[in-house]
T-cell receptor, first 114, second 115 residues
């Protein structure tokens, strides 16, 4: 039972344009959502997060939008750069007393074409 | 220092061997995690330690035995593994206080091959 899904396994975008990565979840108890980026042979690196009580969070070129009624979130990268090419994981957290019980989505491989 | 280190980077072991994976962080994080990642799959949570005590065991087989000897170190002891246990094993750490959750910092992983 995959509680966090990223339905697009891959995405190609021209440099300078917007990249939109999507994520759907099923568990309404998730209280925080996070996006991680992963390069080959490295561990995931945190990008941005959003609380379930918010609908938008912005950090530089990265913006995450949350639509709770649709159980959907998206990551927007503007403008996209070749260095953004990586696998992006959406992750959902279920509050567990300070530590995190995180479920990762299946990942979307982003390729930014120069 | 925001680095999580893992050793070894690569490990090949037979099904009768005993080996250990090591993870270290010096960020003062009191939550540490082990994940398993198979090819083209997301990381899957195995264990969570908070304040050096095991808080979550996601029904992991007993051939995987975690240990947290102090607040900076996390070990994963391996014994009698199966070929299907071959995967990338990721360690992570995070802060542990109210107002979270806080992002996890991941190590580069140990690529394990069981022959």
């Amino acid at each position: 039972d995959q509680q966090v899904k990223q339905n697009s396994p891959s995405l190609s975008v021209q440099e300078g344009r917007i990249s939109i990565l999507n994520c759907d979840y099923t568990n309404s108890m998730f209280d925080y959502f996070l996006w991680y980026k992963k390069y080959p042979a490295e561990g995931p690196t945190f990008l941005i997060s959003i609380s379930s009580i918010k609908d938008k969070n912005e950090d530089g070129r990265f913006t995450v939008f949350l639509n709770k009624s649709a159980k959907h979130l998206s990551l927007h990268i503007v403008p996209s750069q070749p260095g953004d090419s990586a696998v992006y994981f959406c992750a959902a957290n279920y509050g567990s007393g300070g530590y995190q019980k995180v479920t990762f989505g299946t990942g979307t491989k982003l390729q930014v074409i120069p | 220092d925001t680095e999580v280190t893992q050793t070894p980077k690569h490990l090949v072991m037979g099904m009768t061997n005993k080996k250990s994976l090591k993870c270290e962080q010096h960020m003062g994080h009191r939550a540490m995690y082990w994940y398993k990642q198979k090819a083209k799959k997301p990381p899957e949570l195995m264990f969570v330690y908070s304040y050096e005590k095991l808080s979550i065991n996601e029904s992991v087989p007993s051939r995987f035995s975690p240990e947290c000897p102090n607040s900076s170190l996390l070990n994963l002891h391996l014994h009698a593994l199966q070929p299907e246990d071959s995967a990338l094993y990721l360690c992570a750490s995070s802060q542990l206080r109210a107002g979270g959750p806080y992002e996890q910092y991941f190590g580069p992983g140990t690529r394990l091959t069981v022959t």
